[in-house]
């Protein structure tokens, strides 16, 4: 089996910071991209942020210059620091990693449970 656990998220004041962390563990060979996806009440998931085994990076336009994901490939974690917090930000943020088990030929998208964060203003 494969998990991942978010944590890091909380309520947080308009401006602040918070880092989110998700570490994968069970059954792993290796790992493609791992990023960070957030759903808001009445809206659809969005990609917030991703990031390749080589560190080539992608972040929603809405984040770019506040927010920085990283991993540490040996750990099989992944983090999402975020800085200059909105209310907009509000979601539910969820974990995802491509892996490939091991004694498999594919690789399949896992999530984690999601961490809330909200933002005050």
């Known amino acids: 089996q494969v998990q991942l656990v978010e944590s890091g998220g909380g309520l947080v004041q308009e401006g602040g910071s918070l880092r989110l962390s998700c570490a994968a563990s069970?059954?792993?060979?290796?790992?493609?991209?791992m990023g960070w996806y957030r759903q808001a009440p009445g809206k659809q998931r969005e990609l917030v942020a991703s990031?390749?085994?080589?560190?080539?990076?992608n972040y929603a336009d809405s984040v770019k210059g506040r927010f920085t994901i990283s991993r540490d490939n040996a750990k099989n974690t992944v983090d999402l620091q975020m800085n200059s917090l909105k209310p907009e930000d509000t979601a539910v943020y969820y974990c995802?990693?491509?892996?490939?088990?091991?004694?498999?030929?594919?690789?399949?998208?896992?999530w984690g449970q999601g961490t809330q964060v909200t933002v005050s203003s």
């Open positions: 069970g059954s792993i060979l290796s790992i493609n991209a």
């Open positions: 990031i390749t085994s080589g560190a080539s990076t």
């Open positions: 995802n990693a491509r892996i490939r088990p091991y004694r498999g030929s594919y690789y399949y998208d896992h």
